[in-house]
């Protein structure tokens, strides 16, 4: 594998296969694709190379794959633990799909669109509703989020609850190996069982047993009701008990069960232009819950009300708003969908993308919370996620007043706390954000030896040369 600069023949002949307008080498212009968005990861590269056709991906890999060269596919380097990022120091290509954004087909009888893999995810969602249809992964960062990587972190977003993650929203792939071949999986089929689901072994890879250059996505039928309401609740409990009310009453019209504390009501309406509390009252602990009916507005409206008028009498709910038009609705979820930026201005923040079992989660926050504590006394905790699917976002806050690099040079320390909990509880350590370099040494402590190696053989299967995206989710050989 390449990990000295490429020569400048090997340069030459990456630039003739896309263009020189689509070969980027001018440092200023490398910059953006180098570091991820909470500035942990910086990698470097020589080249940054933007193919616009399938055709271009195969000839690119079939290059890099005859001369050892490292490649690292990019979509909207959104991601969260620099699974997009070249290693620093070596000479990774970085394989941008941003070009690759056209929307192949849609159709709306068997409720499918197939997609480019850089296509952005706002496009999608789009695309579908002009449609008169849903694509239902809603993502905070879902304006510049490409396909292709929401497919490779395996995404999940506020709609799991309801409509599973990148997973199940996926029919079919596309992938380019890195050999060059083209596997042409895009099949429309909920039903196929046809000898190993290669797909699943694509979806959650982040990149490093293949490129994702296509795929078919599932769409649904849009919602005739839909209605959101915020509900201020006094302990975590309380909401746990709620959420158990909401899905008895509601099914599968439950569409979105969303935990938050006060503290990140605080954060939000401090930086984050155009959010205000929506209540007038204090309260410790927050449901947003989302709701969505097939048949009619009204029939969304008299369940929000019988699950609000419900978790009141139970002593569940002590005060509540619901929203009364698709503005306040939206309000209400980009309030949410701030929470993680939110904490920026705060100074440092360590973050955690764990899942423990539904039940589990009062548990779990309660014992975290007190070992972070007597680790760092003045730790501000934000905690919050989707409480419906057991995806906690536990992040860390640094005290007030704190050194920001000293906080967070305690990372390790607080993930081993936080992780150690986790474990305890038969959660995990990544619930939707991926491995990528973040959590790769912790990975090989949480899964058993066998589950390495099996991992190990199927990348050296697809990936002989070790030139996909190397060091991330396993080191390199």
């Not at 193919?51 to 991906?57: H, K, L, Y």
């Not at 449609?131 to 990587?149: C, K, M, Q, V, W």
């Not at 905790?381 to 976002?393: A, P, R």
Request: charged share 20%; aromatic share 4%; proline share 5%.
């Amino acid at each position: 594998m390449t990990t000295t600069l490429p020569s400048p023949e090997l340069i030459a002949s990456f630039i003739d296969i896309v263009g020189s307008a689509n070969a980027l080498t001018n440092p200023a212009d490398l910059a953006p694709y180098l570091v991820e968005s909470r500035g942990l990861y910086k990698g470097t590269t020589p080249m940054v190379l933007r193919p616009g056709a399938v055709e271009e991906v195969s000839r690119i890999m079939k290059l890099a794959s005859a001369t050892r060269t490292a490649i690292v596919p990019q979509g909207g380097n959104t991601g969260h633990v620099a699974g997009q990022i070249p290693r620093e120091g070596k000479a990774d290509i970085v394989l941008s799909l941003q070009r690759l954004n056209r929307i192949r087909d849609i159709d709306p009888v068997g409720n499918v669109i197939v997609a480019d893999a850089g296509c952005i995810l706002a496009d999608i969602q789009k695309a579908a509703n002009d449609h008169d249809r849903l694509f239902p992964l809603s993502l905070g960062s879902e304006g510049s989020a490409r396909i292709g990587g929401n497919l490779s972190t395996n995404a999940g977003g506020t709609a799991v609850l309801a409509y599973g993650n990148m997973r199940q929203l996926c029919l079919g792939l596309e992938v380019v190996l890195p050999t060059g071949e083209v596997w042409d999986g895009l099949r429309r089929l909920k039903k196929d069982n046809t000898g190993y689901d290669l797909r699943d072994l694509f979806i959650g890879a982040e990149g490093t047993l293949g490129v994702i250059t296509g795929a078919v996505l599932r769409m649904f039928p849009k919602p005739l009701g839909h209605q959101v309401a915020f509900a201020g609740v006094g302990s975590v409990e309380h909401a746990l008990a709620l959420f158990g009310t909401a899905s008895s009453l509601c099914g599968t019209a439950l569409t979105g069960f969303e935990l938050m504390p006060r503290l990140g009501v605080e954060f939000t309406a401090r930086h984050i232009p155009g959010v205000r509390d929506p209540m007038q009252t204090v309260h410790p602990w927050y449901a947003l819950i989302d709701i969505s009916t097939s048949d009619s507005a009204e029939s969304a409206e008299r369940m929000v009300h019988e699950l609000l008028e419900q978790g009141i009498v139970a002593g569940l709910v002590e005060n509540a708003v619901i929203a009364t038009s698709e503005e306040q609705r939206k309000a209400l979820w980009h309030m949410r969908e701030s929470m993680s930026p939110a904490q920026k201005p705060e100074g440092g923040s360590i973050k955690h993308d764990v899942s423990v079992p539904v039940s589990s989660i009062p548990s779990f926050m309660k014992e975290a919370d007190a070992a972070v504590m007597r680790a760092m006394p003045g730790a501000r905790i934000c905690s919050f996620g989707h409480m419906g699917d057991g995806n906690i976002h536990y992040n860390i806050s640094q005290p007030v007043g704190a050194d920001k690099q000293a906080f967070l040079d305690r990372w390790r320390e607080m993930n081993a706390i936080v992780h150690g909990i986790v474990a305890k509880y038969n959660g995990s350590i990544s619930a939707e954000h991926g491995i990528g370099q973040l959590k790769r040494d912790e990975l090989v402590e949480v899964r058993s030896p066998i589950e390495i190696e099996l991992m190990r053989r199927i990348k050296h299967a697809f990936d002989p040369a070790g030139i996909m995206n190397p060091d991330k989710v396993l080191r390199a050989d």
